[in-house]
């Protein structure tokens, strides 16, 4: 039986420490609805009603562009192994680039990912829990290097000009401000 909370307890973040998976979802009032996995140890708790996570560069940047016109934020987890449960977080985030002003203290939480391009600091104001029994056992084998390969071989350089040509407009149009001097 499903079950709210104002905010994570102990419990749900020792689950959340053990998971490798977990998706986002954000939408502003008249975009699609976007819904991204994340994984790559980039997600960090750091009090019962705020959290973290280091977001890399990927073929979009929806979720930037979505919460920068409407906050709202759904981060869920779920179990793929042991006992089942979903986990959602609901909150409202902000987006921090690599030229903001608080980008180096958000960042020193992490280990430093390749391609790392902005981290989304979230207030949770929800925590709900449901069963998760139609969840399928899935076994962890281990992470995908392709992603950070690329962004090494790519470099710093090429990294800034792909967000250039691909990072800067989501696919409704909706500016993402990635390149923006911070100020």
């Not at 749900?12 to 490798?20: S, T, V």
């Not at 969840?135 to 995908?144: I, N």
Request: aromatic share 10%; with cysteine; hydrophobic share 40%.
């Amino acid at each position: 039986m499903g079950q709210r909370f104002n905010e994570l307890s102990e419990k749900h973040i020792r689950f959340i420490a053990e998971q490798k998976l977990f998706f986002v979802g954000t939408a502003t009032a008249d975009s699609r609805v976007n819904i991204s996995p994340k994984g790559m140890d980039s997600f960090r708790v750091l009090s019962p009603t705020r959290l973290i996570w280091l977001n890399v560069t990927g073929s979009g940047n929806e979720t930037s562009a979505h919460v920068q016109v409407d906050p709202r934020m759904t981060v869920m987890f779920c179990a793929f192994e042991g006992k089942p449960l979903i986990l959602r977080l609901y909150g409202t985030a902000k987006v921090v680039h690599t030229n903001h002003p608080k980008w180096q203290g958000l960042f020193a939480h992490f280990a430093a990912l390749p391609g790392a391009r902005q981290i989304f600091d979230v207030s949770v104001d929800l925590v709900q829990t449901s069963c998760g029994m139609a969840v399928p056992y899935f076994s962890y084998t281990g992470e995908r290097e392709l992603l950070s390969d690329w962004a090494v071989k790519t470099g710093e350089q090429g990294i800034k000009a792909y967000w250039e040509d691909k990072n800067q407009i989501s696919i409704d149009g909706i500016p993402t401000h990635i390149l923006a001097k911070s100020g």
